[in-house]
């Protein structure tokens, strides 16, 4: 049975606020607190044991499902260490090592790829019957699950790149129960090997054992010393029993090195702008004297591998083999004791510069757009962490921009809407419930309120809403110094970031990187982890804004420790997501069909998300938010675009939703297509936290810089170099108090005010810092109308042709649908052209307002579509399919229009007509009787103007 725990009583006398500066939070409970078994509703302890580290319990981790238990009260779901998955039973600890990936879903379409968990083995004492597995001991990428029934125990030690597991057992016999495949391949005393399940491990009792085996089971009395380790090998099930023998021979002389603690130690290097990783293994030799062990590396370490020490005859060096897993080849270092990685770090900014808007035609159509945000540059959709966060990060997008045009009384308007929602959250009042922080004790952790996603019950996100607070801190910082200070709410920025991912060994209220996988490289989500597939991402780009937060925090207010973790989160996601977001590492199946996820599980990947199946959504979710801290996103131009494209091959057409974001993400590989994309719809839907006026100015200024050249660095965290046709363009911003001199490493020198954001190269400008009040309104760059609406409208005729003004005929009749539902065959429909038709595109959207009446007809659906031959060539060049409307069967006219059925797809793009044709088809897709068009009000409105028809 499970006993899942609820939130105790909200106490009735509050407890007084907790000051940090001027700022402060709440120890009351306010709202729900995390949730699992019912022992963990006050004691987030409740699973582990006396002996593991004091401080705040772990969470969003590989292993979190041992220690906040959620669904399995008694073990976990399992463990994707990579090489091998574990799972604990009551009798010992399962085994698996997947060598091949089974697909689920549509290939090409939404689907999946794991390597399962699939038990080869189990491992135990044998009659254990533990009621309940605990965590004795964790380090930064291991964990020691611990089982006893009160007459026998066990311990085992895991973790990632360990293909090697260590355990400890009292009370019986060391007991190895494989599958009815079980066979063994070499016995020589101590060592047994065998294989089951399709893997091949080898077994190493203390020397002077034995092994006896009966049928699927493996047994030995360890000659009363109580440790056993167990190996699974690189080798496949082509392998002969020699190739075997000798991966086995190999790993002999490591067999007996228990890993006991795990630690990675990073230090930015500025002059080179690498980021050096050390991972380091603490081990203890039970028989000789060879102190390393058996390490797999990820992808994304070994692309950066600098170099490992190790001890014995391997001494730390690369084996011929390597195993397989989720994130790819995994390569194998025989006898290492650490490792270490030069991850180069290519910059962040506040904002790309306004080398294309600063003047001109794009300067006054940025301005427009600027104005239309001016009244309200935050936009909030919801008061809780993430809604209000999204609202802050589109107030900075505005601001930077605002600030790089001299608009200083928009920019000063989002910066006072910035200043006064944080202030408010970081200020807990007694007896407040929401727009405050509540600290839980219990569980080491910090919680805004109202809460979303989980990240209250399930302590889930917490880097993706706290990145966005943290970044508008961090611009806020620039302009207002004081307010940053640990003396007004500086301290309460680095709460969240504590909270999110304490970088602070000696801090226990929160545990050590609580989001980040410091092995594998990249956040996780989900607090307790509890899912048959591990713990999982979605969002790599908002775990990305976290760590530019922590960077330009950090540059802002001269804390140097807070921007040195922020980079090392940074460099080190980049490389893995790289690498496995976007398939680097070649990890994908070729049955797959897709080269990007929307989500990374524990053991695999998925081209899905939580809340939609929309192709756009799936993979813009990993692009955003868009910011000058998302470049890393256009390190490899070429694979953008083929993201971009598989995009639209997925979604059969151009992005319906989302489009902004995926210019956007575009812009990076290509921005000039980019910029043909935006101008052909000016009239996109806006994502909740984007706008019009970031969104042009971050295309159309890219589609001028060009890509991110990742092959020049500078000495300065907040530069960027990017190149077009050859030539370079030198970024760099100053968001420090004081004059900045930035050095780049092919011997550029950058010069950079306060305030400022400077380029060189190609591109020659500088921007931004204006003090408040100094807008000049009579400059003729400053607010401007918006451009009138370009279009022109049609009326739809029985006779199929579009006009003017309305036909003669007061109806047309649709047939009842033929064909497929939802397709249906239009020439059952109306069917009516314009030809000979030359006009400028405005760049805004096709809008139509049809009257279409079932009658007494049950469930009928009318589609409406509209093609362009722009050059009346007879090739349609866009062709824009809108959601069917479903009609009532009451009798009559309903309105069918662009604003209440959104396009559903479309393919091609816009441009200007010249002896072109325009056609629009409707017809009914779904029901089995006619229904009619009110010709007398049934419009089509073209985004064309002044037009011409000849």
């Known amino acids: 049975m499970i006993v899942v725990s609820t939130i105790g009583a909200i106490p009735s006398v509050a407890a007084d606020p907790t000051p940090e500066g001027a700022g402060s939070y709440t120890t009351d409970q306010v709202g729900p607190a995390p949730e699992g078994c019912a022992p963990l509703a006050t004691d987030a302890r409740a699973f582990i044991t006396d002996s593991a580290p004091d401080g705040a319990v772990p969470t969003n981790d590989w292993w979190s499902s041992l220690s906040f238990k959620k669904f399995d009260c008694s073990m976990s779901e399992p463990l994707h260490a990579h090489p091998v998955s574990y799972k604990p039973s009551p009798g010992g600890l399962g085994l698996s090592y997947t060598q091949q990936p089974t697909l689920y879903g549509t290939p090409g379409g939404i689907g999946e790829f794991h390597y399962p968990y699939s038990q080869d083995l189990v491992v135990g004492v044998a009659g254990l019957d533990a009621p309940v597995v605990e965590v004795a001991d964790w380090s930064d990428w291991t964990v020691t699950p611990s089982w006893s029934d009160g007459a026998r125990s066990m311990t085992a030690t895991i973790g990632h790149g360990l293909p090697v597991t260590w355990f400890e057992m009292a009370g019986g016999d060391a007991l190895l129960t494989g599958g009815s495949d079980l066979r063994v391949w070499l016995d020589d005393g101590a060592r047994i090997g065998f294989s089951t399940g399709g893997a091949d491990y080898v077994a190493f009792a203390p020397t002077g054992s034995s092994w006896t085996a009966s049928g699927n089971e493996l047994r030995s009395d360890l000659s009363g010393k109580g440790y056993l380790s167990v190996a699974a090998l690189p080798t496949t099930p082509a392998d002969d029993d020699a190739a075997r023998t000798a991966q086995a021979d190999s790993f002999t002389p490591y067999a007996y090195v228990e890993v006991t603690g795990s630690r990675a130690d990073y230090v930015y290097d500025e002059a080179t702008s690498i980021v050096r990783t050390t991972y380091s293994l603490e081990t203890e030799a039970h028989e000789g004297s060879n102190a390393g062990t058996i390490v797999a590396l990820y992808p994304h370490q070994d692309v950066y591998l600098e170099g490992s020490a190790g001890d014995g005859p391997g001494d730390g060096a690369e084996a011929d083999r390597q195993y397989e897993s989720a994130r790819g080849k995994m390569t194998t270092l025989i006898g290492a004791t650490s490792f270490t990685t030069d991850t180069p770090f290519t910059g962040v900014l506040p904002e790309v510069p306004s080398v294309a808007t600063a003047d001109g035609d794009a300067n006054a159509r940025l301005d427009a757009l600027l104005d239309a945000e001016a009244d309200d540059p935050m936009s909030i959709d ?159 780009s908002e775990g990305q804004n976290f760590a530019n937060g922590l960077i330009q925090w950090g540059v802002a207010t001269g804390d140097d420790a807070t921007r040195d973790a922020g980079i090392y989160l940074y460099a080190t996601q980049t490389a893995a997501i790289q690498q496995y977001w976007f398939d680097g590492s070649g990890a994908m199946p070729d049955s797959f069909g897709h080269s990007t996820v929307g989500m990374i599980w524990g053991s695999g990947g998925a081209y899905a998300t939580w809340f939609s199946g929309e192709a756009e959504m799936i993979q813009g979710i990993n692009t955003l938010p868009v910011t000058g801290g998302h470049l890393y996103l256009g390190l490899r131009p070429d694979d953008v675009v083929a993201n971009f494209d598989e995009m639209v091959a997925t979604n059969n057409g151009n992005p319906t939703v989302w489009q902004d974001i995926l210019w956007s993400y575009l812009a990076l590989g290509d921005g000039e297509r980019a910029l043909v994309a935006l101008d052909g719809d000016r009239e996109y839907p806006v994502e909740e936290g984007e706008s019009r006026a970031h969104t042009y100015h971050w295309i159309a200024n890219l589609a001028e810089l060009g890509t991110v050249d990742p092959t020049v660095t500078a000495d300065s965290p907040v530069a960027a170099v990017f190149t077009k046709n050859g030539e370079r363009t030198y970024v760099a911003s100053n968001i420090t108090q004081s004059p900045l001199t930035v050095e780049f490493s092919d011997g550029t020198s950058l010069a950079v005010p306060v305030g400022k954001t400077v380029t060189s190269g190609a591109h020659e400008w500088s921007g931004g810092g204006a003090p408040s009040g100094t807008e000049d309104p009579t400059d003729p760059t400053d607010p401007t109308d918006p451009p009138v609406r370009a279009a022109t409208t049609f009326y739809l005729t029985a006779g199929g042709a579009l006009v003017a003004d309305p036909g003669s005929a007061a109806t047309a009749v649709l047939g009842a649908r033929s064909g497929p539902d939802a397709v249906g065959d239009p020439s059952t429909g109306l069917t009516a052209t314009v030809e000979h038709v030359t006009a400028e595109f405005g760049g805004l959207r096709t809008a139509f307002d049809l009257g279409v009446d079932a009658e007494t007809a049950v469930g009928n659906g009318t589609r409406l579509r509209v093609s362009y031959d722009l050059e009346g060539d007879g090739s349609f060049d866009r062709v824009e399919s809108y959601r069917y409307f479903a009609t009532d069967p009451v009798p009559g006219f309903e309105r069918y229009t662009s604003e209440n059925q959104a396009m559903e797809s479309s393919e091609g793009a816009l441009g200007d007509l010249v002896d072109g044709t325009i056609k629009v088809e409707v017809w009914n897709v779904l029901g089995n009787a006619p229904s009619l068009l009110n010709l007398a009000d049934s419009v089509l409105e073209v985004p064309f103007g002044p037009l011409t028809v000849s």
Do not use: C
């Not at 045009?405 to 419930?433: C, H, K, M, N, Y």
């Not at 899912?531 to 969002?539: D, H, T």
């Open 382 to 540: 919801a008061a809780d962490t993430y809604w209000t966060g999204k609202a802050l990060g589109r107030a900075v997008r505005i601001a930077e921009i605002a600030d790089q045009l001299d608009r200083t009384g928009v920019r000063d308007t989002a910066l006072g809407q910035i200043e006064a929602t944080l202030t408010d959250w970081f200020t807990a009042s007694p007896g407040e419930t929401e727009q405050v922080f509540a600290y839980n004790e219990n569980w080491g952790t910090l919680v805004g309120f109202p809460a979303a996603y989980g990240s209250d019950k399930e302590l889930n996100d917490h880097h993706f809403h706290y990145g966005y607070f943290i970044v508008a801190a961090a611009t806020l910082a620039r302009f207002d110094p004081e307010w940053a200070t640990d003396q007004e709410f500086g301290g309460m920025v680095d709460q969240l970031i504590a909270d999110a991912n304490n970088f602070d060994r000696t801090d226990r209220r929160y545990p050590y990187l609580r989001d980040f996988d410091i092995y594998a490289g990249h956040d996780w989500a989900a607090g307790h982890g509890a899912f048959f597939n591990g713990n999982n991402q979605e969002s790599s």
